[in-house]
T-cell receptor
């Protein structure tokens, strides 16, 4: 049983395409994190949100608390966006539950 | 400003050997975490610390020990390594336990136990 589920697991897109990665969680959370892991392994926090929508450059993250669902959108995708995207549910206290990640490859 | 620094980046051990992974952060963060990342699984919490001198067990603590003698450092020890501990280990830190606090990650340690 995984508290956080992501889809799709793998995604290949052509440069310039609009990309959506989905995250669903089964238990109540206080915040939802989107992380990016590049080849070579480093993990960077992209967004942290507990309601509504956040935008940073070509990246947009949304969350629907009632539906327990979040999406990460990438507009005008570029090969440098190729990475693994991970969502994580933050819970009161110290626990985070991580999804297994979506591996994105953007082809020039 | 280095952020979160993990050493070593790679290590190969034989079964039964011991080692210590070091995590250092220069952001004055209270909270520090050790995770392991295995193929097909999300990051799983091994141990965490809510401040200097404190440690607590996470989801998968067996076979690991930790210490937080200084606020900036969080050490992860393997006393007797086993092949099941082959994984990529990540250290992370955050400033407080406020809900939604941003996590900062180290670059990871790839450990192989033969």
């Amino acid at each position: 049983k995984n508290e956080v589920e992501q889809s799709p697991q793998n995604l290949t897109a052509q440069e310039g395409e609009f990309i959506t990665i989905n995250c669903s969680y089964s238990v109540g959370i206080s915040a939802l994190h989107w992380l990016q892991q590049h080849p070579g392994g480093g993990i960077v926090s992209l967004f942290m949100l507990s309601s509504g929508k956040k935008k940073h450059g070509r990246l947009i993250a949304t969350i629907n608390i009632q539906e327990k669902h979040s999406s990460l959108h990438i507009t005008a995708s570029h090969p440098r966006d190729s990475a693994v995207y991970i969502c994580a549910g933050g819970y009161t206290g110290n626990q985070f539950y991580f999804g297994t990640g979506t591996s994105l490859t953007v082809i020039p | 400003n280095a952020g979160v620094t993990q050493t070593p980046k790679f290590r190969v051990l034989k079964t039964g050997q011991s080692m210590t992974l070091l995590c250092a952060q220069d952001m004055n963060h209270e909270y520090m975490y050790w995770y392991r990342q295995d193929p097909g699984m999300g990051l799983r919490l091994i141990h965490y610390s809510v401040g200097e001198g404190t440690t607590a067990k996470g989801e998968v603590p067996d076979g690991y020990n930790v210490s937080r003698l200084k606020k900036q450092n969080f050490l992860l020890g393997l006393e007797s390594a086993a092949p099941s501990q082959t994984s990529v280990y990540f250290c992370a830190s955050s400033y407080s336990r406020r809900d939604g606090e941003k996590l900062f990650f180290g670059s990871g340690t790839q450990l192989s136990v033969l």
